[in-house]
């Protein structure tokens, strides 16, 4: 690796839940060896009045609280001297869904600045006014971004070279190349009367890699038609109107 390590700037109200889980299995060691870095940073602490506030009413009226755009946009000012080239996300259930692309993505770059909002959320000039990423890491909602915020640090760490060893264990993960993964078995062969299937057993490493790939496909057809759809049109396969399976295509393995 050269230059500087992978670095995460997380924004929030309780840095204390940080590195929470990331200090720990690979990540941590990770972490411990310096082949990636963690700034956690107290949003608080860019209040300029005496009680340190960082929220106000919403205009308009309604209730709860929004985070005030003058303390986090010195909050992100101050995480960009830094990291001047790294994209800044703000954590919300309304942003574009995180997938494993983006991920790659961010991986790939000098690191990320993380702004967790709080109450009703962040006041929406401080997101225009900064250029703010709005991502979501699921269809539902958290009573902050931290926990979105070390969902996305974890994918993003797991990527970066030295931190899993074995390229080829990312190689077969769910959503390379748009499929869910296959199902894994190891001993005993025989558990409450369920086998490991023979294939897997059989040592012919070209039917297991087939099996594995009717598998990974069997499952995504099944459980994600989103991706089975783009996998799909990847592939250069079509589908028939109203059917989940695709049109049979020779194939060679």
């Keep these: 690796m050269t230059g500087a390590p992978w670095t995460a700037s997380v924004l929030t ?26 700034r ?7 209040a300029t009045d005496r ?29 960009r001297v830094d990291l001047p080239s790294a994209p800044t996300l703000y954590l919300s259930p309304r942003g574009r869904p995180l997938d ?19 109450f009703e959320g962040v006041d929406q000039r401080v997101i225009d006014g ?14 902050g971004g931290e926990p979105a915020a070390l969902c996305l640090i974890d994918a993003v760490v797991r990527l970066i070279p030295g931190v ?7 190689a077969e993960e769910s959503f390379t190349g748009d499929l869910l993964e296959y199902p894994h078995y190891t001993r005993p062969t025989e558990w409450e009367g369920r086998q490991v299937p023979d294939v897997l ?29 783009r996998y799909l049109a990847r ?12 049109i049979s295509v020779s194939r060679k393995d």
Excluded: Y
């Design 13 to 38: 109200l309780f840095p204390e839940m940080f590195p929470g889980p990331l200090g720990h299995s690979l990540a941590g060691r990770a972490l411990a060896n310096d082949l990636w870095r963690l």
């Design 40 to 46: 956690a940073s107290d949003i608080r602490g860019f």
């Design 51 to 79: 009680h340190h506030m960082v929220d106000d009413t919403p205009a308009g009226g309604g209730p709860g609280m929004v985070m005030k755009p003058d303390v986090v946009a010195r909050a992100i000012d101050s995480a």
């Design 100 to 118: 494993q692309e983006r991920v790659r993505q961010l991986a790939e770059g000098p690191g990320v600045i993380l702004l967790c909002g709080r």
């Design 130 to 143: 900064r250029g703010l990423e709005e991502v979501s890491i699921g269809d539902f909602v958290l009573s």
């Design 164 to 170: 899993m060893g074995a390229a080829e264990t990312l």
């Design 201 to 229: 057993l059989s040592g012919h490493h070209g039917r297991i890699h087939s099996w594995r790939r009717e598998q990974a496909e069997r499952l995504t057809r099944e459980r994600r038609p989103d991706l089975w759809s």
């Design 235 to 246: 592939q250069g396969r079509g589908m028939r109107p109203n059917d989940t399976n695709p």
